[in-house]
């Protein structure tokens, strides 16, 4: 299994970046799939997430209405659209795959860096 996060970058506060995953060897549509994100010195936190079909999102409370998760699973792939970007969304975000049914992580993703200058 594979899943690999690009799409990280240095942008300025207020600017946008999309994230991409791309994910393998896996029945993409057999799993969740969730966006982490984690900044020097703290711990990880949950950012986003969306369930198999794409009907259900979640969102941290920091990022709501400014960041939008989506996914194809034509083409296996799940997206972080985020938008009005602050320094504090700087971190290292990965994606991860959890089967349909459980709220356990199964499979991880590297991450790509994001930072956001002031």
């Known amino acids: 299994v594979q899943l690999q996060a690009s799409g990280g970058g240095l942008v300025q506060a207020a600017g946008s970046l999309r994230l991409s995953c791309a994910v393998s060897?896996?029945?993409?549509?057999?799993?969740?799939m969730g966006w982490f994100r984690q900044a020097p010195g703290k711990e990880r936190e949950s950012v986003a997430s969306?369930?198999?079909?794409?009907?259900?999102?979640y969102y941290v409370d920091s990022v709501k209405g400014r960041f939008t998760v989506s996914r194809d699973n034509a083409k296996n792939m799940v997206y972080l659209q985020m938008t009005s970007l602050k320094p504090e969304d700087t971190a290292v975000y990965s994606c991860a795959a959890s089967l349909r049914g459980s709220q356990r992580y199964l499979y991880w993703g590297q991450g790509t860096q994001v930072t956001v200058s002031s």
């Open positions: 969306i369930n198999w079909s794409g009907s259900s999102t």
């Open positions: 060897r896996l029945t993409f549509s057999m799993y969740n």
